[in-house]
């Protein structure tokens, strides 16, 4: 049974009462005062098709908890300073929103002036990166999607002979470009770079051929642990504040001449888009359950589905694509679905436009 | 002719009235007040044995070039707002503060309140990482680190074939874990990680072996551009603030089991050390020369330096490394030498210790 907020919720909604995701957001300026500052970026919720502007509920005085009483985490143009405070803060601020949204509870329910204060439609809003990113690693967790790439660069374009022992020992990674993060709907404009064609021939310079998307999941991470301290598995939820969609954006062609040996760096750090609402893991909670068997494969990216070019996909408009052409909108969804209500993530999108001149 | 200060600047010192190096510290608090938190960090300019205290420049009103006039930028707690200001700020302040110092200007030297306040024996302050580091990126700048390492890497631990031809055409590069770059003097934990023998063994987990230091310059970028706008080279100056020493942390043989395909990761994640003070462009401007010819070898590490730990080092007091052990310091240092003073980088050092139990 889905819990019931005075806040028309949707059946189909991803934001319901159950899923409360944390984002940073500015009220769009009225048309009448469009030449005036923007108005400062703050932490919000989601609920149905609004926001709820917690520096509003803060300045009400309405997080009474022991932890978030006399906070300034919500006054904060970044959810940083909230997400380093530790799951303990988090868990209080969800339950003092769980409660305030409430059907049954009267407190923003019926107080006409706070609730048209901090309840905002989305449609009104400008979502914004919510965190500052000190740093963004980037993993393999899909044996297949390692095993597809490896096959496909390493096989078909260095000789190389495709080595995965190691996924089953180490986490893959790689450190991505954390100034580059971009919030959804922001445009990706197609990148200039080196690409080298089979055989002999120089590498040649201009707009990449192989404009890729990747569908991931991002999670943010904090409190960080002291320098030269290792987390304790069992205590890794307690870091991972939640998590968000996310499209690691590649130029395969980009990426198969500068990869040996210093790992994928200019042909992935243009641009990565990430959804603007952060999912707790307390809302994800329920919907735990065992990983899937890795077989048989899943493809999360045009390299795979197009098999790196070699047989192209058809849309459903009837178009073909192999890669990503100039005009093209990627756009990214999940939910989880539970008895009568979602968990969702919202969308995360980006636009392909031409490179620059 | 080596300009003259009011400070005392040794012959030796790295930092005269020619360097005026930019850093963020901030005063150790006196004994009396230990336990009293700690003063905020402030942005500040090295000058012989002292620093100079810019948000004490500031208070009095000694900013009073057009830019920095109203500027908040030295009342912050990192560089970033300053460095972003572009390089007229930067050649404004440089200049105001050349002036301030300089033997024959009254202003500071006969105030001596202001003096007092503004002019910090180092010894008596905490140097702080200068910027927050928004991202970190690596490069390979000379050709034969690029061969000794893929040689003693590739050919030896993984068969897989040398291959510098993209070295010619690419910034051979990869990104860097931004929040672990930690300022000179901070203790380097070693770190466990995964290695993998010769032949068919099977990895093992456990303190690095093989530890290693890297002497390497760090470039401070700011201004940044504007996504999916390319710097012109012939602008590239205007991006780069100044430069510090870096030592570039390497468990060797953690590297050499992860490499392949995603480059260096857990192996040098660990700790990242710049030097405190950021010399800018037009301190070095005078020194500037051709680039040396790549040919013969200079080695920067000990992976170089001892072949892989095929061929042990025998250091100035007659011990042996072949990799760096518990206990020991890495000092890196540098300076331009000019007729009759220096312009110098100070140290970078940093001590390491045993691995966590």
Same mark, same amino acid.
């Given at each position: 049974? !889905?819990?019931?907020?005075?806040?028309?919720?949707?059946?189909?909604? *991803?934001?319901?009462?159950?899923?409360?995701?944390?984002?940073v957001?500015?009220?769009k300026?009225?048309?009448?005062t469009?030449?005036?500052?923007?108005?400062?970026?703050?932490?919000?919720?989601?609920?149905?098709?609004?926001?709820?502007?917690?520096?509003?509920v803060?300045?009400?005085g309405?997080?009474?908890g022991?932890?978030l009483?006399?906070?300034q985490?919500?006054?904060?143009?970044s959810?940083? /300073?909230f997400?380093?405070?530790?799951?303990? !803060?988090?868990?209080? !601020?969800?339950?003092?929103?769980?409660?305030?949204?409430?059907?049954?509870?009267?407190?923003?329910?019926?107080?006409?002036?706070?609730r048209?204060?901090a309840?905002?439609? /989305?449609?009104?809003?400008?979502?914004?990166?919510?965190?500052?990113i000190?740093?963004?690693?980037?993993?393999?967790?899909?044996?297949?999607h *390692?095993?597809?790439?490896?096959?496909?660069?390493?096989? /078909?374009?260095?000789?190389?002979?495709?080595?995965?022992?190691?996924?089953?020992?180490?986490? &893959?990674?790689? *450190?991505?470009?954390?100034?580059?993060?971009?919030i959804s709907?922001?445009? $990706? $404009?197609?990148?200039?770079?080196?690409?080298?064609p089979?055989?002999?021939?120089?590498?040649?310079?201009?707009?990449? *051929?192989?404009l890729?998307f990747?569908?991931? /999941?991002?999670?943010?991470?904090?409190?960080?642990?002291?320098?030269?301290?290792?987390?304790?598995?069992?205590?890794?939820a307690?870091h991972?504040?939640?998590?968000?969609?996310?499209?690691?954006w590649?130029?395969?062609? &980009?990426?198969?001449?500068?990869?040996?040996?210093?790992?994928?760096f200019?042909?992935?750090?243009?641009?990565?888009t990430?959804?603007?609402?952060?999912?707790?893991?307390?809302?994800?909670?329920?919907?735990?359950?065992?990983?899937?068997?890795q077989?048989?494969e899943?493809?999360?990216c045009?390299?795979?589905?197009?098999?790196?070019?070699?047989?192209?996909?058809t849309?459903?408009?009837?178009?073909?694509?192999?890669?990503?052409?100039?005009?093209?909108?990627?756009?990214?969804?999940a939910?989880?679905k539970?008895?009568?209500?979602?968990?969702?993530?919202?969308?995360?999108?980006?636009?392909v436009?031409?490179?620059?001149?």
């Amino acid at each position: 049974m !889905a819990l019931k907020s005075f806040v028309e919720v949707s059946a189909d909604s *991803h934001f319901p009462l159950e899923n409360l995701p944390f984002g940073v957001f500015r009220p769009k300026p009225a048309a009448s005062t469009a030449a005036a500052d923007p108005l400062p970026p703050r932490p919000g919720v989601a609920i149905g098709d609004f926001v709820l502007d917690l520096s509003a509920v803060a300045s009400a005085g309405l997080f009474d908890g022991p932890i978030l009483k006399n906070s300034q985490c919500f006054f904060q143009t970044s959810l940083n /300073m909230f997400v380093e405070m530790g799951r303990p !803060a988090w868990r209080e !601020a969800r339950t003092t929103i769980q409660k305030l949204l409430s059907a049954d509870e009267p407190t923003l329910r019926d107080n006409d002036s706070l609730r048209d204060e901090a309840l905002l439609p /989305m449609i009104e809003v400008q979502m914004l990166l919510p965190t500052v990113i000190g740093d963004y690693t980037d993993f393999f967790s899909c044996l297949h999607h *390692h095993k597809n790439c490896l096959t496909i660069f390493g096989e /078909m374009e260095n000789g190389i002979p495709p080595n995965w022992e190691n996924w089953f020992h180490l986490p &893959m990674g790689y *450190h991505g470009r954390a100034s580059t993060v971009v919030i959804s709907g922001t445009d $990706i $404009i197609r990148p200039r770079g080196q690409g080298h064609p089979r055989g002999n021939s120089p590498p040649y310079f201009g707009p990449t *051929h192989k404009l890729d998307f990747e569908l991931e /999941m991002a999670a943010i991470v904090g409190p960080g642990n002291e320098l030269g301290k290792p987390v304790d598995i069992n205590q890794a939820a307690d870091h991972i504040f939640g998590l968000v969609l996310m499209n690691d954006w590649s130029a395969r062609d &980009m990426i198969a001449w500068e990869y040996v040996p210093l790992g994928p760096f200019l042909g992935k750090s243009f641009s990565t888009t990430v959804s603007p609402w952060i999912v707790t893991l307390d809302a994800l909670e329920p919907f735990a359950c065992d990983a899937p068997e890795q077989d048989p494969e899943s493809f999360g990216c045009f390299t795979e589905l197009s098999r790196n070019g070699q047989k192209p996909l058809t849309l459903t408009n009837g178009s073909e694509r192999k890669f990503l052409e100039d005009g093209d909108e990627v756009i990214l969804t999940a939910c989880c679905k539970g008895k009568g209500y979602n968990v969702g993530f919202g969308t995360c999108t980006g636009k392909v436009l031409p490179a620059t001149p």
